[in-house]
């Protein structure tokens, strides 16, 4: 007679949870089953802005319709492509489903506190990095955002917004000051949402591709785009006087059509961008001008601070990299160690 072989408690649950995934796959293909039958053939769509697990898709006619997403979909930003389907009975609400996202280009990534890595914006082609004279021009704000400008291959341009604060004498100092990313092929402008000084300029960098906003809140992203487009309700806020500081104007990442021609990504400001993501050594790339000395230096794993031998110090002896750069990935070398939170 043969022994009956009693199973473990282990391997009964490992039974159980295999029914249950079973079921749940049942379910899911008879959930889809019924929605096949509710939705409209698959066609092409571009996300406009995202609410959570809706989003807004704008079809191939133009037409933009809040839709839910797929569980199966675990990303989704402002600028990606996406396979979505109309409901066949439309409620005025949610009339559509996501149900897949197209391969990306490129996209914008902003380290969070509490969930690590975040998309911005996704299949973007030109990163606008909008920084403002008030209440003080920060250097080192831009090289942050040049270093994930090459971190993700977007060509970068930067703006200096609240020109018209400054006299004649005190711009060209500014142009001067700014003239060393000139030489590193980063174009700049200084520009006036209120005098319209340079704004023509800005709008034919836009006009082709999709591009975006980027910056510290308070800097006048929101003033650039009513400028932009006449009649936009873009709300905007003052900087706060007594702190200095820009309060939140945008929420949520959205597209905007200009009617001359390209799209326009406004983002959400954010007061500091940080890098703790990255290592030292894509750091260390994102400074272009740093590319051609590394793996000069005497030795192989040099910090390029107080390294002997260091061809990047030795660069900026001799004046091919400028100390103000050097000083400020210095900087951001010392942040980013005491930035990174401790649960990462």
């Given at each position: 007679?043969?022994?009956?072989?009693?199973?473990?408690?282990?391997?009964?649950?490992?039974?159980?949870?295999?029914?249950?995934?079973?079921?749940?796959?049942?379910?899911?293909?008879?959930?889809?089953?019924?929605?096949?039958?509710?939705?409209?053939?698959?066609?092409?769509?571009?996300?406009?802005?995202?609410?959570?697990?809706?989003?807004?898709?704008?079809?191939?006619?133009?037409?933009?319709?809040?839709?839910?997403?797929?569980?199966?979909?675990?990303?989704?930003?402002?600028?990606?492509?996406?396979?979505?389907?109309?409901a066949l009975q439309p409620t005025g609400s949610i009339d559509g489903v996501i149900d897949a996202v197209e391969p990306r280009a490129s996209v914008l990534l902003r380290p969070d506190f509490y969930d690590g890595l975040k998309p911005v914006a996704a299949n973007i082609d030109l990163m606008i990095?909008?920084?403002?004279?008030?209440?003080?021009?920060?250097?080192?704000?831009?090289?942050?955002?040049?270093?994930?400008?090459?971190?993700?291959?977007?060509?970068?341009?930067?703006?200096?917004?609240?020109?018209?604060?400054?006299n004649t004498q005190e711009q060209q100092a500014l142009a001067e000051k700014l003239a060393l990313y000139k030489n590193l092929g980063y174009n700049f402008l200084m520009v006036s949402a209120q005098t319209q000084q340079d704004m023509a300029e800005l709008l034919s960098y836009i006009q082709s591709g999709t591009s975006i906003f980027v910056g510290q809140s308070g800097?006048?992203?929101?003033?650039?785009?009513?400028?932009?487009?006449?009649?936009?309700?873009?709300?905007?806020?003052?900087?706060?006087?007594?702190?200095?500081?820009?309060?939140?104007?945008?929420?949520?990442?959205?597209?905007?059509?200009?009617?001359?021609?390209?799209?326009?990504?406004?983002?959400?400001?954010?007061?500091?961008?940080?890098l703790w993501h990255l290592s030292e050594e894509e750091v260390t790339r994102g400074f272009s001008e740093f590319i051609p000395w590394l793996g000069r230096c005497k030795f192989r794993d040099c910090k390029h601070i107080t390294d002997p031998g260091c061809a990047i110090q030795h660069a900026v002896e001799i004046g091919e990299i400028s100390t103000e750069r050097y000083d400020s990935y210095l900087k951001i070398l010392a942040s980013m160690a005491q930035d990174k939170p401790n649960h990462f």
């Open positions: 007679m043969t022994k009956k072989k009693h199973l473990t408690q282990r391997q009964k649950q490992r039974i159980a949870d295999n029914a249950d995934k079973r079921l749940r796959q049942h379910k899911n293909k008879m959930v889809e089953s019924v929605d096949d039958a509710a939705f409209s053939a698959p066609e092409t769509g571009l996300i406009i802005s995202r609410f959570g697990q809706h989003a807004d898709v704008e079809a191939s006619d133009g037409q933009i319709v809040r839709c839910n997403m797929r569980r199966s979909v675990s990303s989704l930003v402002t600028g990606d492509f996406v396979i979505w389907r109309r990095i909008v920084s403002a004279i008030l209440p003080a021009l920060s250097l080192n704000i831009i090289d942050r955002y040049l270093v994930a400008a090459e971190m993700t291959a977007i060509k970068p341009l930067l703006v200096i917004n609240k020109i018209d604060l400054l800097v006048g992203k929101s003033s650039l785009m009513n400028s932009l487009m006449p009649g936009l309700a873009v709300q905007t806020q003052d900087v706060s006087a007594n702190s200095g500081l820009g309060q939140h104007t945008t929420t949520v990442s959205r597209l905007y059509h200009l009617a001359e021609g390209g799209n326009l990504i406004d983002s959400p400001g954010i007061r500091e961008f940080a």
